[in-house]
Nanobody, 124 residues
């Protein structure tokens, strides 16, 4: 069983930065693809980043490419999401996710493990 706990959300002004952290627990996590999804009110969940366990391949949708960076530290079972140049449309609950496969997918159904979520609000 994998457990994920996010932290680091909050209120930030447009153009600001936030760093989300996710502490993962469980065995064999270094073989799991890890990522982040977000969900804004009235909108579907959206994958915003993923890092594979095999070659460290990264995935970012166009909406965050160039602004968000995902990092993983297998020794500490941590995954991070560095978010820069934040925009009001980035406001959402952000979820850390994991799947017992080396590669990423942009389908939320592909991730059986989800954290409880952390709120990110971008507003002046």
């Amino acid at each position: 069983q994998v457990q994920l706990v996010e932290s680091g959300g909050g209120l930030v002004q447009p153009g600001g930065s936030l760093r989300l952290s996710c502490a993962a627990s469980g065995s064999g996590l270094d073989t799991y693809a890890l990522g982040w999804f977000r969900q804004a009110p009235g909108r579907e969940r959206e994958g915003v980043s993923c890092i594979s366990s095999s070659d460290g391949s990264l995935y970012y949708p166009d909406s965050v490419k160039g602004r968000f960076i995902i990092l993983r530290n297998n020794a500490k079972n941590m995954v991070y999401l560095q978010m820069n140049n934040l925009k009001p449309e980035d406001t959402a609950v952000y979820y850390c996710v994991a799947r017992g496969h080396y590669s990423c997918t942009d389908y939320s159904e592909g991730y059986p493990y989800w954290g409880q979520g952390t709120q990110v609000t971008v507003s002046s």
